[in-house]
């Protein structure tokens, strides 16, 4: 039985409800005439509490068991005389299966997050770490389960590539080449013609290019896996390696975009909510004051939309001193977006029609010549949780950016621009960050701490 399941369990009337459970000790405190060792198995936050009475054979081992110890218990489930829980189990077997050196690290005291990551491989046993991956896990089945029910088909996108989505150069290098002494040519520059591809590789930054030829030929496609960014940056909403969420619809437009964006933050907050009451109780008491309350909020009101040149309008009037200036033509900084979105309009915010110059190629633009469709979702205390747009899907204009553009060469997205020479259409998408959105469900505030291994600049362990 899972320890979620006893503990929901129905007493019978004649009062025995016998069953076995396996688990790992949260706690131990052993006494002469009886044993409490609190056993948690991961599937619900809280745990059994295990009644040990002396008759138990090999009671005396059990008295010196520790936390973080393996044990199949079998018992009687009764009515807990005790107060703060429902059951107890009243054990009339326990099999030591996996006993925890005493060295175990994660003690019964509170510990740091910031210890915790570095027992990345065992901090999925603490009240915290198992609340936040079932949360995540309750999320990614539901971000099937939307795009399921709306018709959109599943596409695995390549994580090897040879194209650069987002043009910003911040790939990780994939090679066969040897490291110290690999081959070069006659002008001594590294021969690439010898690399396992014949050609420099990369992990895909994103998995839209190759989305975009699905969609103009099943209409609407999703893709949900792994993308890989060099970015040195290191911040708290910044990982190495994170997983992203990316639609593309065929015949929809930006304001269809924003939409099902919309739609779809709503629709995985209200599984956050609805499906995972107990975890998300105890990440509002713990981590994160309120938060109940503000994602019912998000979960019902309005988006707010506003253009990128509105957003410039409303930081200069605020009067507010930022570190980096606003001015027309800038990426929006982090502290700007946040300000948006938290003090200026208080709720998730689109922000559109960014400059052309700041936005990657493939957006389409607009008739003003000046700005792009595109699309960033804010929210309140994490920010950019979404990039989308309305893709170019005019050959003519596209290829004049390529023409303009040194870093781009038609010969390398040939096959590119192959979807709009054949058949073009209208076409639109998005990603989000699925580690944003783990933190905006939850609470939690480094994405080192909602993603199982976290990579970052300088941090590859486990
Ligand atoms: O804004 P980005 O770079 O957009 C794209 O990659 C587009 N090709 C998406 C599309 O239109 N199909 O990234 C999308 C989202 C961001 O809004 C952010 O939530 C997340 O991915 N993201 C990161 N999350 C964690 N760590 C990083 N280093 C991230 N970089 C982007
Ligand atoms: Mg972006």
């Not at 009644?51 to 009671?59: F, L, T």
């Not at 596209?398 to 023409?403: G, V």
Request: charged content about 30%; hydrophobic content about 40%; glycine content about 8%.
């Amino acid at each position: 039985t899972k320890i979620a399941q006893a503990l929901q369990a129905e007493i019978p009337a004649d009062g025995a409800l016998n069953l076995r459970v396996k688990g790992w000790a949260r706690t131990v405190r052993s006494g002469k005439k009886v044993t409490f060792i609190s056993l948690n198995d991961g599937s619900s936050f809280g745990s059994l509490q295990v009644v040990v009475p002396p008759e138990v054979d090999d009671y005396e081992a059990i008295t010196h068991l520790t936390t973080g110890s393996a044990l199949s218990v079998e018992g009687e489930l009764i009515e807990s005389p005790a107060k703060g829980q429902r059951v107890e189990l009243k054990a009339t077997k326990v099999e030591i299966v996996g006993k925890a050196d005493p060295s175990y690290p994660l003690q019964k005291k509170r510990h740091g997050f910031e210890f915790l990551r570095e027992q990345a491989h065992l901090r999925v046993r603490t009240n915290t770490f198992g609340a936040v991956f079932r949360v995540r896990s309750a999320l990614a089945q539901s971000v099937h389960r939307f795009f399921g029910e709306r018709g959109f088909y599943y596409i695995h996108t390549p994580i090897i590539t040879a194209s650069d989505t987002e043009g910003a150069g911040e790939m990780f290098r994939v090679t066969t080449l040897p490291v110290g002494d690999p081959p070069r040519d006659d002008e001594g520059a590294v021969d690439d013609k010898q690399d396992f591809f014949a050609k420099p590789t990369f992990l895909t930054v994103s998995g839209q290019l190759n989305g975009e030829t699905f969609a103009l030929g099943l209409s609407d496609i999703y893709t949900f896996g792994p993308t890989f960014r060099a970015e040195n940056s290191n911040t708290s909403r910044h990982a190495s390696e994170f997983w992203m969420i990316e639609p593309e619809m065929a015949w929809h437009d930006l304001d269809d975009d924003c939409q099902l964006a919309e739609d779809f933050v709503k629709a995985m907050l209200k599984t956050a909510l609805e499906d995972c009451a107990e975890d998300l109780a105890f990440f509002d008491k713990r981590i994160d004051k309120g938060l109940i309350e503000r994602l019912t909020k998000v979960a019902e009101a309005d988006f707010a939309r506003i253009t990128y040149t509105e957003a410039v309008e409303l930081l200069e009037k605020s009067g507010k001193s930022f570190e980096f200036p606003v001015e027309w033509g800038k990426n929006l900084q982090a502290e700007h977006e946040r300000y948006i979105t938290e003090e200026i309009l208080g709720r998730p915010t689109f922000v559109v029609d960014y400059p052309k110059e700041i936005k990657a190629f493939y957006m389409r633009r607009n008739d003003d010549g000046k700005t792009v469709a595109a699309m960033d979702l804010l929210v309140p205390k994490i920010g950019e949780l979404i990039g989308g747009s309305q893709r170019e899907e005019r050959l003519d204009v596209l290829e004049s950016i390529f023409a303009s553009d040194p870093h781009l060469s038609v010969e390398d997205y040939d096959w590119y621009l192959d979807t709009r020479r054949f058949g073009t259409a209208p076409h639109a998408g998005f990603g989000l960050g699925f580690e944003r959105l783990v933190m905006y469900a939850t609470g939690m505030e480094n994405i080192r701490d909602v993603i199982p291994f976290p990579r970052t600049p300088r941090t590859c362990e486990f």
